[in-house]
């Protein structure tokens, strides 16, 4: 079993609406949780990180986290067509880091 | 300017030749990770130093290596066992429990 699971899309929505990108994770004592965005050809960038159970903002981002039921999850309000890109979740164990395998988002103008 | 510079950005490797990726960081962090990107495969790991001349294998190392002489640089060396080279590989560090990444190198074998 992977150590997190993406959906790997790919996921378009219309320009304006929201976007919900989603992991799951296998480690249930897993503390800390990262979303990266990478575009075409680029490394991945960190946008979000949470540790605690709930919501977390950050402008048009929301990262949420549930560990009882160990997903979290991206939330993009008012997508606009420069979030096209793909989208990594993260988590650190045992000395590295696992990456999902990436959900590919395309906003349509 | 602190950050990671990987070099080169592109590189074009013959069959059966060994070739070398270069990381350099001057943000003074010890762990260092080197990952390997293929479409649809997310990012797998070849190699990380936690620490100086000490270095670890992660889920892909067969037919590369590393070195950690200094703090800086960790340098990949991609040989000629690996079978399917062509890949973006990604150098990275641990910065304050984040994966924070160079610009990358486009491997590609001709």
């Known amino acids: 079993q992977k150590e997190v699971e993406q959906n790997s899309g790919p996921l378009s929505v219309p320009e304006g609406a929201i976007a919900s990108l989603n992991c799951t994770y296998s480690d249930r004592g897993s503390q800390s949780f990262f979303w990266y965005r990478q575009y075409s050809g680029k490394s991945p960038e960190l946008i979000m990180f949470?540790?605690?159970?709930g919501d977390k903002e950050d402008g048009r981002f929301t990262a949420q986290l549930n560990k009882a039921s160990q997903y979290v999850s991206l939330l993009i309000r008012d997508s606009q067509p420069s979030d096209s890109a793909t989208y990594l979740c993260a988590l650190p164990a045992r000395n590295q880091f696992y990456f999902g395998t990436g959900t590919s988002l395309t906003v349509i103008p | 300017d602190g950050g990671i510079t990987q070099s080169p950005k592109y590189l074009f490797r013959k069959e059966g030749q060994n070739v070398t990726l270069s990381c350099e960081q001057n943000?003074?962090?010890?762990?260092m990770y080197w990952y390997r990107q293929d479409p649809g495969q997310g990012l797998r790991l070849i190699y990380y130093?936690?620490?100086?001349?000490?270095?670890q294998k992660g889920d892909i190392a067969e037919g590369y290596s590393v070195s950690r002489e200094k703090k800086e640089s960790f340098p990949l060396t991609v040989t000629s066992a690996q079978k399917n080279p062509t890949a973006f590989y990604l150098c990275a560090i641990d910065r304050d429990t984040e994966a924070f990444f160079g610009q990358g190198t486009r491997l590609t074998v001709v």
């Open positions: 943000l003074n962090h010890d762990a």
């Open positions: 949470i540790y605690s159970n």
């Open positions: 130093s936690q620490i100086v001349n000490d270095f």
